[in-house]
């Protein structure tokens, strides 16, 4: 009887895989005919139907079945002049794959700002960014992690957490989310006070948002990622240098012989010659060393043939601050004389990628150095040291016109140096601060590996000409914790008319690496399950909307074991944590040749339970409301002109309140008595930021000036509270008031 069963079962597979490959198909990728390199992102439409697709990664595309007859195929990407093809298709047998080629307008690159791109979205509630509209956000000063912010899902508490992507993807810890470049994660994402992203919008091609329900290409986040498409130089000679109040920068691309071309980019704040000039002279700062940081990237790009492209991306970044504080802290006496941090960080990434007709495979290596320091008065210091080195394979076949299988490996391996010589830190649902003269320091020597590995497989199925589903698993082993984890996920898409109906689950993990729980061997790995289904709709040419409801139920959350500061010696951390996250989004988009605008709302709900037996309450980053209107229009002669706005409104985030003070005479010190943790709640977050461009073309070269206004009407949102020595006076610790930002470049 099992092997009927299983006969059965193979039959119905091969049915669906003859059903498959039926049918006829138009097939094809777009190219660039300066550099040869695939066009990503490109509109292809069959003239006199409404068929119309985006290209993938790779510059495919495909029509499943198509119907007899001859078709025009016309393809568009800006700044690209669009250009048509003739396909004939016939009974007979499918067409042979197309080849379109897309050349660039000779004149001036456009400065106006590019509508959210629009291909198929990664994942129920997730979008894509390109360059163009990064570099003219309001209010972003051209940072792509500013840009982020303005999109549904992603809660702004004006808080950033080191060692983390830093964003805060529908309820979930910061540390729960990955950034990715060219498809490694990246160890840190922001200079010093998240003022600015360590990768220039220059270097960026695309940016893919997934907020959940990614596919299994991607692990260890169990809540959503960022992947950072890197740029390739352009095969004609070209630069700028731009001077801002946040740092000078230059960028210079160009062509290497027939095949090949570089990119090359740096930049360097310039705070450390602003303070001086607005720190007033009572300020009890002494900085030894002025905040100031560097980052630099360089990309080469060659082609050797048509079927394979070879690449070499190498980016870092190094910042360094000391100061010394004079003043005691009555509530932390530690927080006085000289303080230190110092980040440094180099990534190199190698790729070779082969394209053939149905088959894609791309083999990456990526290395990197990560060096932190943490230094302070009373001997407490903190200091990281990372060498990693990952190598990552994945490989695309398309089978005909109904089947693609993917599938891929990944092999990771770093050696951490940890020294530590702090209190404990302060985690999530933790209300007391951490106070670096009173509580009990926990020491940390160690050095040690995190061999991971990972491997997946999928599968895209185009069930009927309005049904697909992609389905596959992926394999995670954390072989430092001995922890091996199979994870299902699966999409299911519905095409009705103008509708698309999509809905997506799976499981996802993180695994212990975040802070100094990455120490401890015996814990497991965070997971989540999440489920999504949206709705996408073209309202009107133009108009767009995109709605998602989403439920993630969390376990297996880290906590510490007991209380972190009751007495000396080391901290351990424990799996017993729950949690759930369920809410919806909408993004309202509408787009134009000179003007675009968007709505994002984020209406969510994020709890949590420490410890099975632990009352549910608010995780610290719940956020009801998150409202974002944007828009932006270009006007004058040749749209040497760009005016744009956005409002952001947001609900407070949660805080434990004081309620009462205990008077501890052997420490002589008050310990304060707190209410519930996160029952009360900040004032909401509400801002309005403008942004002017203008440009000037010259004979050979073009300037061009940008004024970015941040808060315009001065108001200064609640991060957090601070206390009095018995805490008896509440003090609030307010965000910038406002935030002006001019800047100058010229570019040829």
């Known amino acids: 009887m099992p092997f009927v069963r299983s006969s059965a079962v193979l039959v119905v597979v091969l049915g669906i895989a003859r059903a498959a490959l039926a049918g006829q198909a138009i097939e094809g990728r777009v190219i660039d005919a300066a550099t040869g390199l695939p066009v990503a992102g490109a509109t292809v439409h069959v003239q006199g139907t409404k068929a119309k697709v985006k290209t993938g990664a790779e510059g495919q595309f495909t029509f499943p079945n198509q119907a007899e007859g001859t078709w025009v195929l016309e393809v568009s990407k800006p700044p690209f002049l669009s250009t048509t093809d003739t396909v004939v298709v016939t009974a007979a047998a499918p067409p042979a794959p197309v080849e379109l080629l897309l050349i660039a307008e000779d004149a001036i690159e456009s400065i106006k700002v590019e509508e959210i791109h629009k291909r198929e979205s990664p994942a129920p509630g997730g979008t894509e960014l390109v360059r163009e509209e990064i570099q003219k956000m309001p209010g972003s000063r051209g940072d792509f992690m500013s840009t982020l912010q303005s999109l549904p899902g992603i809660a702004n508490t004006g808080t950033f957490t080191p060692f983390s992507s830093g964003l805060i993807i529908r309820g979930s810890d910061p540390s729960d989310a990955r950034i990715l470049v060219d498809g490694f994660e990246i160890p840190i994402l922001y200079h010093f006070g998240a003022v600015q992203a360590i990768l220039p919008s220059e270097m960026i091609g695309e940016i893919v948002y997934a907020p959940g329900g990614f596919g299994v290409e991607h692990g260890r ?59 007033p002279k009572s300020a009890d700062l002494s900085f030894s060393v002025l905040p100031r940081y560097y980052d630099w990237q360089a990309r080469l790009d060659w082609k050797p043939t048509d079927s394979w492209k070879l690449a070499l991306f190498y980016f870092g970044s190094d910042d360094n601050t000391k100061l010394s504080l004079g003043r005691v802290n009555p509530t932390d006496p530690g927080l006085s004389g000289d303080l230190s941090n110092r980040t440094h960080f180099d ?13 894609t495979n791309r083999l990456a290596l990526s290395a990197d150095i990560t060096r932190f320091g ?57 209300p007391n601060k951490m106070n670096f003269a009173t509580d009990p320091t926990v020491t940390k020597k160690a050095d040690f590996t995190l061999p991971t590995v990972a491997a997946w497989t999928s599968a895209d199925l185009q069930l009927t000409q309005a049904v697909s589903m992609t389905g596959g698993v992926r394999y995670d082993g954390f072989l430092r914790n001995g922890t091996h984890l199979v994870q299902p996920r699966l999409e299911l898409r519905v095409t009705a008319g103008k509708n698309t109906f999509r809905g997506s689950g799976g499981l996802y993990s993180r695994p212990p690496y975040w802070e100094d729980e990455v120490v401890q061997a015996n814990l497991g790995p965070e997971k989540s399950w999440q489920t999504a289904l949206g709705w996408e709709r073209e309202i009107l040419p133009r108009l767009t909307l995109q709605t998602t409801a989403f439920y993630t139920l969390r376990s297996d959350l880290i906590m510490f074991d007991g209380n972190p500061r009751a007495g000396a010696g080391g901290v351990s951390y424990v799996n017993e944590g729950r949690g759930k996250t369920y809410g919806a989004e909408l993004l309202l988009t509408w787009r134009g040749p000179h003007h675009f605008a968007w709505v994002a709302y984020t209406l969510s709900r994020s709890t949590r339970q420490d410890g099975p037996n632990a009352p549910q309450r608010l995780f610290d980053f719940d956020q009801t409301h998150n409202l974002v209107l944007v828009g932006s229009r270009s006007f004058g002669k040749n749209d040497q002109w760009q005016l744009g706005g956005r409002f952001q409104f947001t609900t407070g985030k949660p805080y434990t309140p004081v309620v009462g003070t205990v008077f501890m005479a052997d420490l002589q010190r008050y310990q304060p008595i707190f209410a519930p943790v996160n029952s009360s709640r900040m004032e909401p977050m509400h801002q309005l930021d403008l942004r002017l461009d203008h440009w000037w073309q010259f004979q050979h070269w073009k300037l061009s000036t940008y004024l970015d206004i941040q808060n315009v009407y001065y108001h200064a949102s609640t991060m957090d509270y601070r206390y009095n020595q018995d805490f008896t006076k509440k003090t609030e610790v307010r965000t910038l008031p406002i935030l002006p930002s001019f800047g100058v470049r010229g570019e040829f």
Do not use: C
């Open 374 to 430: 943490f230094e302070m008065s009373l001997d407490r210091h903190l200091r990281l040291a990372n060498r990693g080195l990952t190598v990552r394979d994945e490989a695309t076949w398309t089978l005909g016109s109904r089947l693609t299988l993917h599938g891929g490996a990944e092999g990771m391996g770093q050696l951490v140096g940890f020294d530590r010589k702090m209190p404990p830190p302060q985690r999530e649902g933790d």
């Open 221 to 279: 986040a169990s809540a959503g990622i960022i992947e950072v498409r890197s740029r390739s130089g352009q095969p004609k000679l070209g630069g700028f240098a731009e001077l801002s109040f946040v740092n000078g920068a230059m960028f210079l691309q160009g062509p290497i012989g027939k095949n090949a071309t570089f990119a090359l980019s740096m930049r360097r704040s310039v705070v450390d010659a602003v303070l001086p000039a607005v720190l």
């Open 347 to 359: 990534r190199l990434i190698a790729s070779a990628t082969y394209t053939a007709q149905r088959f």
